[in-house]
T-cell receptor, first 114, second 116 residues
Framework: GAVVSQHPSWVICKSGTSVKIECRSLDFQATTMFWYRQFPKQSLMLMATSNEGSKATYEQGVEKDKFLINHASLTLSTLTVTSAHPEDSSFYIC??????????FGPGTRLTVL | AQKITQTQPGMFVQEKEAVTLDCTYDTSDPSYGLFWYKQPSSGEMIFLIYQGSYDQQNATEGRYSLNFQKARKSANLVISASQLGDSAMYFCAMRGLNTGGFKTIFGAGTRLFVKA
């Protein structure tokens, strides 16, 4: 089956620093990738939709200047949390969509901001 | 607007028995897909089963079956012969065509506890 990886799987950073999370589709080309955030004991909330070669579409309430998304190739999208604060601590999950509109999830990245 | 509702925050089931996890949805899209995912404590999202809105028959995948009632807008997951390893969070999700492309939205989830 299709495999999506995320790196790192977990990260701890100091408040005020920026953190980059990578999402890669390993065996297929993903024209669209999605970024979700999941707080403890809550559901996945869609943050943004990332299309290769174009600007990401952010969901209402998500700060695009804080959560920078780059989808530079058909196999890689990155999410950068800029000037992270403790309230940004969360589980970030990406998913990638293939040409048949099937969606595959990455294993997630747990971010802890001290 | 699309919405997914899971009204059961937690469910208990005895090992080897069947359990039904409820899911209702709302959408104006004529074409959509319904999914169930399992999320163990590790956090990964494990795809379980899919039902298309135009599928005539209820989907089945091994011990998982989806009780799809289109008129009632419900898509309940039935797990037969529960196993201890089934203890996890379960999310119902819906995917439909919105402005700007496909999006998947998730319900609040149901935590399933399987008792030995």
């Amino acid at each position: 089956g299709a495999v999506v990886s995320q790196h790192p799987s977990w990260v701890i950073c100091k408040s005020g620093t920026s953190v980059k999370i990578e999402c890669r589709s390993l065996d297929f080309q993903a024209t669209t990738m999605f970024w979700y955030r999941q707080f403890p004991k809550q559901s996945l909330m869609l943050m943004a939709t990332s299309n290769e070669g174009s600007k990401a579409t952010y969901e209402q309430g998500v700060e695009k200047d804080k959560f920078l998304i780059n989808h530079a190739s058909l196999t890689l999208s990155t999410l950068t949390v800029t000037s992270a604060h403790p309230e940004d601590s969360s589980f970030y999950i990406c998913s990638a969509e293939n040409r048949d509109n099937e969606q595959f999830f990455g294993p997630g990245t747990r971010l802890t901001v001290l | 607007a699309q919405k997914i509702t899971q009204t059961q925050p937690g469910m208990f089931v005895q090992e080897k028995e069947a359990v039904t996890l409820d899911c209702t949805y709302d959408t104006s899209d004529p074409s959509y897909g319904l999914f169930w995912y399992k999320q163990p404590s590790s956090g990964e999202m494990i795809f379980l089963i899919y039902q298309g809105s135009y599928d005539q028959q209820n989907a089945t995948e091994g011990r998982y079956s989806l009780n799809f009632q289109k008129a009632r807008k419900s898509a309940n997951l039935v797990i037969s012969a529960s196993q201890l390893g089934d203890s996890a969070m379960y999310f119902c999700a819906m995917r439909g065509l919105n402005t700007g492309g496909f999006k998947t939205i998730f319900g609040a989830g149901t935590r399933l506890f399987v008792k030995a």
